[in-house]
């Protein structure tokens, strides 16, 4: 049933949720430190023993590729409920904050991704907008 | 009217379904028509998101863009916390764990670098707009990072209330630079493998943009940079308020 799959994607996310927050206040910081990778995590390995063992057939399987399939429309309302207001009049200092940040960060990520095994890049994608009108 | 906007209001999420919807598909057509498919449709949707965020929140003068008007209230429950960090779970679905334990140092010393470098540039700039003491610093560094670890250093070291604004602010331009930013860049800086998106994530931290800019870019990096970028809130929080203010107290006395 599709909603077993949408149940262990919640029960992998609230545990990697709480599991985040123990960290963060053992760490004594207000903030949860990885919840959501550690859910990540969580949900790799559970559904590759479920399916290794039959225990997840193809209709709980669509409970999780439901929400993933969901993801960019979530980014969207995410990207319509920001304060862009707030950081557009936040003023030069904030503004020249944020870019300098922004710009040293994609300037640095050719020299982390060097380290160690180099990546091996995706397949192209073929036509994407057809294929993300499908998703949709 | 009055009826229209009561019943917007009581099925939010039904409006945001149907709003977001319809910002797709004006996503794909303008992709098709304007850049031939080179910008991505959902990039495009993002851009307009922002767009209307930043008209919503001129009109309505609220925090939170579109979602500010009552009938379109439904739109921060779809885009909010809850779910997109469920939506972001569900891409791991299928990942193989291999790839991600092979990137780990890099994602890894990504995070430590990231927060390091946004600290170090936050409070350059502060200092070249004449903030002098170590509190305000270290919480504009901070925002520098993401919009939430400016507010929690801001608070744990004292800072005033103007300059925790300014960090916020800080924080929420790096987060809309990331997103609008991420697909133009990306093929300058390599991000079309598992590995770069590891380091993206670790190195630009701010979640709601490297959620937004990976969608925009190519849908299968989102589980691999949110896998890091998740870290980096919480590894600013840690060294905000300590080592970093103790350090720029340090330099600056005081």
């Given at each position: 049933m599709v909603i077993y799959g949408v149940a262990a994607l919640a029960v992998c996310?609230?545990?990697?949720?709480?599991?985040?927050?123990?960290?963060?206040?053992?760490?004594?910081?207000?903030?949860?430190?990885g919840g959501v990778g550690f859910a990540m995590i969580l949900l790799i390995l559970v559904t590759h023993q479920l399916r290794r063992r039959d225990k997840f057939p193809e209709a709980s399987e669509q409970g999780v590729l439901f929400w993933s399939a969901m993801y960019i429309p979530i980014v969207v309302a995410m990207?319509?409920?920001?304060?862009?207001?707030?950081?557009?009049?936040?003023?030069?200092?904030?503004?020249?904050?944020?870019?300098?940040?922004t710009a040293l960060g994609f300037a640095v990520v050719p020299a982390m991704a060097r380290i160690g095994e180099p990546g091996e890049p995706l397949e192209p994608l073929t036509t994407p907008t057809s294929d993300e009108k499908q998703k949709a | 009217m009055d009826q229209f906007t009561s019943v917007m209001a009581d099925n939010g999420l039904l409006v945001?379904?149907?709003?977001?919807?319809?910002?797709?598909?004006?996503?794909?057509?303008?992709s098709r028509k304007l850049t031939r498919g080179r910008l991505q449709g959902?990039?495009?949707?993002?851009?307009?998101?922002?767009?209307l965020a930043y008209w919503g929140g001129t009109v309505t003068d609220g925090q939170h863009g579109l979602a500010d008007f009552a009938a379109l209230s439904g739109?921060?429950?779809?885009?909010?916390?809850?779910?997109?960090?469920?939506?972001?779970?569900?891409?791991?679905?299928?990942?193989?764990?291999?790839?991600?334990r092979r990137a780990g140092l890099s994602g890894g010393l990504s995070i430590l670098l990231g927060v390091l470098l946004s600290f170090v540039v936050g409070a350059v700039v502060a200092a070249l707009f004449g903030y002098t003491d170590a509190r305000s610093l270290a919480t504009i560094g901070a925002g520098a990072a993401t919009y939430i670890v400016g507010p929690v250093t801001g608070t744990a070291v004292g800072a005033s209330s103007d300059v925790i604004a300014l960090s916020v602010a800080a924080g929420l331009v790096k987060s809309v630079v990331v997103m609008v930013g991420t697909p133009l860049i990306a093929p300058?800086?390599?991000?079309?493998?598992?590995?770069?998106?590891?380091?993206?994530?670790?190195l630009l931290g701010t979640t709601s943009g490297v959620a937004g800019g990976l969608a925009a870019t190519d849908?299968?990096?989102?589980?691999?940079?949110?896998?890091?970028?998740?870290?980096y809130t919480g590894v600013g929080c840690l060294l905000g308020p300590s080592l970093f203010y103790v350090v720029l107290r340090a330099i600056v006395g005081g």
């Amino acid at each position: 049933m599709v909603i077993y799959g949408v149940a262990a994607l919640a029960v992998c996310m609230l545990a990697g949720t709480l599991l985040g927050e123990l960290l963060g206040t053992a760490l004594g910081v207000d903030a949860n430190v990885g919840g959501v990778g550690f859910a990540m995590i969580l949900l790799i390995l559970v559904t590759h023993q479920l399916r290794r063992r039959d225990k997840f057939p193809e209709a709980s399987e669509q409970g999780v590729l439901f929400w993933s399939a969901m993801y960019i429309p979530i980014v969207v309302a995410m990207a319509s409920a920001q304060n862009v207001v707030k950081a557009v009049t936040g003023g030069p200092m904030a503004i020249l904050a944020g870019l300098g940040a922004t710009a040293l960060g994609f300037a640095v990520v050719p020299a982390m991704a060097r380290i160690g095994e180099p990546g091996e890049p995706l397949e192209p994608l073929t036509t994407p907008t057809s294929d993300e009108k499908q998703k949709a | 009217m009055d009826q229209f906007t009561s019943v917007m209001a009581d099925n939010g999420l039904l409006v945001a379904f149907a709003v977001v919807g319809t910002l797709m598909l004006a996503g794909g057509w303008l992709s098709r028509k304007l850049t031939r498919g080179r910008l991505q449709g959902s990039a495009i949707a993002i851009l307009l998101g922002l767009v209307l965020a930043y008209w919503g929140g001129t009109v309505t003068d609220g925090q939170h863009g579109l979602a500010d008007f009552a009938a379109l209230s439904g739109l921060s429950l779809m885009g909010g916390a809850m779910l997109r960090d469920f939506a972001i779970v569900s891409t791991a679905y299928g990942v193989d764990l291999k790839v991600i334990r092979r990137a780990g140092l890099s994602g890894g010393l990504s995070i430590l670098l990231g927060v390091l470098l946004s600290f170090v540039v936050g409070a350059v700039v502060a200092a070249l707009f004449g903030y002098t003491d170590a509190r305000s610093l270290a919480t504009i560094g901070a925002g520098a990072a993401t919009y939430i670890v400016g507010p929690v250093t801001g608070t744990a070291v004292g800072a005033s209330s103007d300059v925790i604004a300014l960090s916020v602010a800080a924080g929420l331009v790096k987060s809309v630079v990331v997103m609008v930013g991420t697909p133009l860049i990306a093929p300058l800086i390599g991000l079309n493998n598992p590995k770069s998106a590891m380091a993206f994530g670790g190195l630009l931290g701010t979640t709601s943009g490297v959620a937004g800019g990976l969608a925009a870019t190519d849908k299968r990096l989102v589980p691999y940079g949110a896998m890091t970028a998740t870290f980096y809130t919480g590894v600013g929080c840690l060294l905000g308020p300590s080592l970093f203010y103790v350090v720029l107290r340090a330099i600056v006395g005081g």
